[in-house]
Every structure is written in structure tokens, then in C-alpha cells.
């Protein structure tokens, strides 16, 4: 009896003993699993700069070179994206003294020389009447007039509401923006009556 006894206690202590080593190795590939999910995400970061895609949301920035007709550069414009809207930082030189310019963001996405016709109408995502920057009816690139002072410069920053640099219809990252002629009257349809188109830059992102 005493052997048998012992028999089966040894036959308990096999299973047991094999029950915690099994245990004990899907713990150690349970740990190795979980050291994995690294993979996905480092490959997703790298996708991100393959795509060259600007950083999203509050911060973003962007610039755009304005060049005339003859492919001179009149200034460059600087904007970045807050809470409340784009931040627009507009340097220009080189326009008429004392002069009134109207002053948008277009629907296309080039500036050909000499006309800039290229850079089409005015961006008008919502089929909204043209209007002040400070309208409620307007689109979301109408940015009114640059007033140029004594020697011809521009020096603004002010913020224009609906127009973003992030992704969404109101996105004005890529297209063109347009320095006119002559001055924009805020009213007429359906650009302002603002002439000749004096200089274009597109918008670049910034961002890294
Ligand atoms: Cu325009
Ligand atoms: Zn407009």
C-alpha cells in the first residue's frame, strides 16, 4: 500500500510540476507579446512623415511669398493658426505710396504669371456673398484691404475667422493668396471690384 501511495504522489507532483512550468511559459511569452504594440506605432509616426503632413491644430503655421508679374517678391505673408482663427502677419514693400489694395485668399492652388488668372475665383467653400473681413456674410479668405504707408510698405497682423490652416472645407493651406490693384469695395459681387491681380504667393505650410 505504502508504494502505491507513494506512486500517486508522485504522479500529483509531476502534474503539478508541469502545471507551473507551462504557467510559468506562457507568462514569459504573454511578456514577450506584450512588448510588440511598440511596432504599430513606430510605423505609424513614420507613415505620418512620409506624407509630409503638417503638424494639426492650434499653432500650425504656414507662409506664402508674394511675387508679381515679373516674379519680383513684394513680401511675404506669415499665418498661424489660434483658437479664434488665422493669425495673419502681412510685410509687404514696393507697392504704390499711400495706396488702398485688395487683399484674399483664392480658390486655386497656382500663381502663373503675368495675369495670375490661375489662382481663379475667390475661395468660397459655402457659396457666401463676398464681403468685409469683419462680415458676417463673407468668405472665409476675404480679408479686405492693405493700406500701404508712405514708402510703399505694409506692415499688418490681424486674425481672420472661419479660415483655417488645419484639414476641413475652410482650409486655405495650398492656395493662392492675391494682392490686388486696386482697392476692394466690400461689397461688389463677386470679388470687391479690386482689379488687376499685383502679386500672388501660395500657402505653405510651415509645419515639420
Ligand atoms: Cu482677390
Ligand atoms: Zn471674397
Given at each position: 500500500m505504502k508504494s502505491i501511495h507513494s506512486f500517486w504522489n508522485a504522479v500529483r507532483l509531476t502534474f503539478f510540476f508541469s502545471l507551473f512550468v507551462s504557467v510559468g511559459l506562457s507568462r514569459c511569452a504573454h511578456q514577450e507579446g506584450e512588448a510588440k504594440p511598440e511596432h504599430p506605432k513606430t510605423s505609424f509616426q513614420t507613415h505620418n512623415e512620409q506624407n509630409d503632413m503638417p503638424t494639426q491644430g492650434v499653432g500650425t503655421r504656414a507662409s506664402a511669398e508674394l511675387l508679381d508679374a515679373k516674379g519680383a517678391s513684394r513680401g511675404k505673408v506669415e499665418f498661424t493658426q489660434t483658437a479664434d482663427g488665422v493669425r495673419v502677419q502681412a510685410r509687404l514693400s514696393g507697392l504704390t505710396k499711400n495706396s488702398v489694395h485688395g487683399f484674399h485668399v483664392h480658390e486655386g492652388f497656382e500663381c502663373e504669371a503675368p495675369s495670375f488668372a490661375s489662382a481663379k475665383g475667390h475661395f468660397n467653400p459655402e457659396q457666401k456673398p463676398h464681403g468685409d473681413?469683419?462680415?458676417?456674410?463673407?468668405?472665409?479668405?476675404?480679408m479686405g484691404n492693405l493700406r500701404t504707408n508712405s514708402r510703399g510698405g505694409v506692415n499688418v497682423d490681424f486674425v481672420v475667422k472661419e479660415a483655417t490652416l488645419n484639414q476641413g472645407i475652410n482650409s486655405i493651406m495650398g492656395r493662392a493668396l492675391i494682392v490686388h490693384a486696386k482697392a476692394d469695395?466690400?461689397?461688389?459681387?463677386?470679388?470687391?471690384?479690386?482689379?488687376?491681380?499685383?502679386a500672388c504667393g501660395i500657402i505653405k505650410s510651415d509645419g515639420a
Open positions: 473681413r469683419h462680415g458676417a456674410d463673407r468668405h472665409p479668405g476675404d469695395d466690400l461689397k461688389s459681387q463677386p470679388s470687391g471690384d479690386a482689379g488687376d491681380r499685383l
